[in-house]
């Protein structure tokens, strides 16, 4: 089956500008996830959809991120402005999201990393 | 809150020798997964544990859940250089109606030749 598909693959831009990502995930998964990582650091979770409901956003700067799953299949993030501290990679990833079940894994796209200047 | 704890952050081994990783829950958790990323690459998914007590194997690897649910750990017998990466332990937990999920700082492990 194919993978997770993300969009750009890296981006450079300056500080205070806008960016735009998007994913999207295996056929057929009801849960995505967008995720920040910082070099060195595990992925922190910054907005779970169950279909096209948001689940988790607790870890969202909702002053500058916003994220939508409008027919609940693919998803885009944006930063708007960027700051500095925004550089990381962007993983997005889905799962089935079949509470407990064995399929209920998350499988992660290949991720955008982001550079602002 | 949530809490999760990932120890050790670093562990350097020679080849052959042996490693473990530990992640600990301030909760009772209802599954635990883990996960390896290669330097460069994206979190790949490596097992699922449900039980109380449950032990897997994939080969080299063997992942424990404790008896309370709230630990698990990894142990990876007589490394090789294609272990090298980090380790990460996500905790999935009921909130309301909601499946939440809070992940590790990651264990990386270096191994020499």
């Known amino acids: 089956e194919a993978g997770v598909a993300q969009s750009p693959r890296y981006k450079i831009i300056e500080k205070r500008q806008s960016v735009a990502f998007w994913c999207n995930p295996i056929?057929?998964?009801?849960?995505l996830y967008w995720y920040q990582q910082i070099l060195g650091q595990g992925p922190k979770l910054l907005i779970q959809f169950q279909n096209n409901g948001v689940v988790d956003d607790s870890q969202l700067p909702k002053d500058r991120f916003s994220a939508e799953r409008l027919k609940g299949v693919d998803s885009t993030l944006k930063i708007q402005p960027a700051k500095l501290e925004d550089s990381a990679v962007y993983l997005c990833a889905s799962s089935s999201g079949i509470y407990l079940s064995s399929t209920d894994t998350q499988y992660f796209g290949p991720g955008t990393r982001l550079t602002v200047l | 809150g949530q809490q999760v704890m990932q120890i050790p952050q670093y562990q350097h081994v020679q080849e052959g020798e042996d490693f473990t990783t530990y992640c600990n829950s301030s909760?009772?958790?209802?599954?635990i997964q883990w996960y390896k990323q290669r330097p460069g690459g994206h979190p790949v998914f490596l097992i699922q544990l449900v039980k109380s007590g449950e032990v897997k194997k994939q080969k080299r690897l063997t992942f424990q859940f404790g008896e309370a649910k709230k630990n698990s750990s990894l142990h990876i017998t007589a490394t090789q250089t294609t272990d090298v990466g980090t380790y990460f332990c996500?905790?999935?937990?009921?909130?309301?109606?909601?499946?939440?999920?809070?992940w590790g700082l990651g264990t990386s492990l270096a191994v020499n030749p």
């Open positions: 996500a905790q999935r937990y009921k909130d309301g109606n909601n499946r939440k999920l809070i």
């Open positions: 056929s057929g998964h009801a849960t």
């Open positions: 909760t009772t958790l209802s599954n």
